[in-house]
């Protein structure tokens, strides 16, 4: 097996921490080749050799960008006999989570060594796959302004995430989009546009999960006719789990979803990852396209 590790989840520790996972490996009668990436392209380079040389298991630890660098990685293989294995080095870990892959690093390389192998689905948007979820008009305008602060100003991730979040809320930019969903049409003008891999969880304590990542449908979740208090209205209803008891929030789920809007371009977050697309929007389910390691029944994590 190869697994390839993100540099910057060691905390200025990444050669220890390679050396500690290869040692959790062997203990488990797996002989892994442990890689350190220093950025994206290192870590897709190096899973798309461990694909192309039919490695039975690719692991990647890292956050959930790591992950769907890998996930795209083994999608955009055909034929790939690789199974994907999680080691949540990141903050979130929401792919992780909502497939009970633990948390923990001995507890998720057991599961690797151990695990079954499930299929589960993907999403896509012109072309390009995502795992959890992707998004148009505020989230992708604050990444790439928070992207743009650590660069400039060296602030921390988390603050400059907030001051980027400050920023996109006195602008509130708006977006005018055409939805075609389920052979109907729905024109919104909306801060928020939130597609989902399968459907996200929306009541009480569990809000912000899913309870299954093979039911072959997308979630679309839209703000519409909502100024800033509405924002915060919804933001309350969502801390206390009301999201489907919210006037000015739609939730549907399809198959496939296009999206139209006057802007030629767009900037789509797949991920947590910002890039510009060209309209329309085409999104679709890939069912059963990924095959992931995780937890037997009852030793989830």
């Known amino acids: 097996m190869v697994a390839v590790i993100n540099a910057r989840a060691g905390n200025g520790h990444a050669q220890e921490l390679a050396g500690r996972i290869a040692a959790q490996f062997s203990g488990h009668g797996l002989r892994a080749s442990v890689l350190l990436a220093a950025g994206g392209e290192e870590m897709l380079a190096a899973i798309r050799q461990a694909v192309q040389d039919q490695v039975g298991i690719v692991a990647v630890g890292g956050g959930d960008g790591s992950v769907n660098a890998a996930a795209s990685a083994l999608l955009a293989h055909a034929g790939c006999r690789s199974a994907l294995g999680v080691l949540p080095l990141g903050t979130l870990n929401h792919f992780a989570r909502d497939l009970n892959i633990p948390l923990a690093l001995e507890a998720a390389v057991a599961n690797i060594a151990h695990g079954r192998r499930i299929r589960v689905d993907s999403g896509e948007v012109n072309g390009v796959p995502f795992i959890n979820n992707s998004s148009l008009g505020l989230y992708p305008d604050i990444v790439r302004e928070r992207e743009k602060q650590q660069a400039r100003l ?148």
Request: proline share 4%.
């Open 154 to 301: 060296g602030r921390g991730k988390w603050l400059a995430f907030c001051w980027a979040a400050l920023g996109a809320l006195r602008r509130y930019p708006f977006l005018r989009v055409r939805l075609h969903v389920g052979g109907q049409d729905h024109q919104r003008r909306t801060p928020l546009v939130f597609i989902g891999n399968n459907e996200y969880l929306m009541r009480g304590l569990d809000i912000g999960k899913r309870s299954s990542l093979t039911g072959g449908r997308l979630s679309l979740y839209v703000c519409h006719h909502t100024g800033r208090l509405g924002l915060l209205r919804l933001a309350i209803n969502a801390l206390f789990g009301r999201l489907r008891e919210a006037h000015d929030f739609d939730a549907l789920t399809a198959a496939e979803i296009l999206i139209e809007t006057h802007k030629k371009r767009l900037l789509v977050a797949t991920d947590g990852e910002v890039t510009v697309m060209q309209t329309p929007l085409r999104y679709r389910i890939r069912p059963a396209s990924l095959e992931v390691i995780v937890p037997e029944p009852g030793e989830d994590g």
